[in-house]
């Protein structure tokens, strides 16, 4: 296999005779057609959920011809200023895989279960790969995890069951399955206040990618602010992307009360709840981004990665550019944008 007659990640994958799905890892776990990953990687479409100035993907492939094996690649490639995948170190990657690996894909899929040392590689968290193989699991119609019965029995007879012996891979696959197990979300609904926090906290968590029912969202609405704190897993559950007006006041409170000025805080609103960030939102997002930055004297960092990090979200650019010109701003906010332009002059 000449790395000159391929011209994509996804014709590589083609040409050795493997099946694939792709999936878009940046700030929730979505599914991607492969004529869209095709488009990504080509520099011809925006990815539409980049982090840190890359594009995140978990690509899982399989040959039928040689096992019934599935395997799974986590890449990120970086974007440029206009937001497109740098096709340069796309091209950089193949050139890799293809100089490690040749043809032996076609012939064995097991050779390209791990791939070669690259600048490319990344090792996704427990809790984002629990997630990301409960949602394989669902695209590609497979049996649900051994441990999800485990998970199962103690949702149906908590003081029965031990929590503490129930893997993480069942929580994500019972969270995934909430869509279609209505029984299974109604029995959640009744008895989620007499789970172990523990398990309520990993399984919120785990719900961070998924569509949850409105009988379930309530307890999670309920539970993200505390009486001394602000329940980071709740949130973070609250993130599937549905727009409703009871997320957004739950942003609301949350951007202007003081004791939520946190980098923890800001970064799951940032990374999870961006499609929430309307005009008001999204103002306040960034007044309370500059009461951080100055409160732990970053210096106007803080407040340039947040802004670096949100203008590349295709759905966003429009308004976070419109963001830097309203004058109704506080002097905090104002000091941070002169900063942001100082340094987009020096360079």
Known sequence: MDAKQINSISEFLLQAGTEYLVFDLGRRIEPLESQTFLNIENGLHIPPFPRQKHAWFGIVFWNKRASNQHYIWFIKLPIDEQGLVVTATRNHFLQIIVDALGQSIADDTENAKSLPDNPYSFVPSQSQLAQFNAKVRQQLSLPLSSSYEQVLA????????????????????????????????????????????????????????????????????????????????????????????????????????DTSVRLDILSVVAARHFQQLNDELLHLFFEAVAKADDNENYNGELFIGFFSDLVQIPSLRTSVLSMLRKPERSEQLSVCIGKLFTQTKGQ
């Open 154 to 257: 103690y949702i149906k007879a908590p003081s029965v069951v031990d929590w503490q012996t129930l893997p993480l891979q069942g929580i994500a696959d019972l969270a995934a399955s909430l869509q279609q197990q209505t029984e299974v979300a109604k029995t959640i609904e009744e008895g989620f206040t007499s789970y172990a926090v523990s398990f309520q906290q990993s399984f919120m968590e785990m719900c961070e990618s998924v569509s949850i029912p409105p009988t379930i969202e309530r307890h999670f609405l309920d539970a993200v602010i505390t009486q001394n704190d602000i329940n980071i897993a709740a949130l973070r559950g609250l993130s599937s992307g549905n727009e409703t007006s009871q997320i957004g006041n739950l942003l609301r409170k949350l951007l202007t009360r």
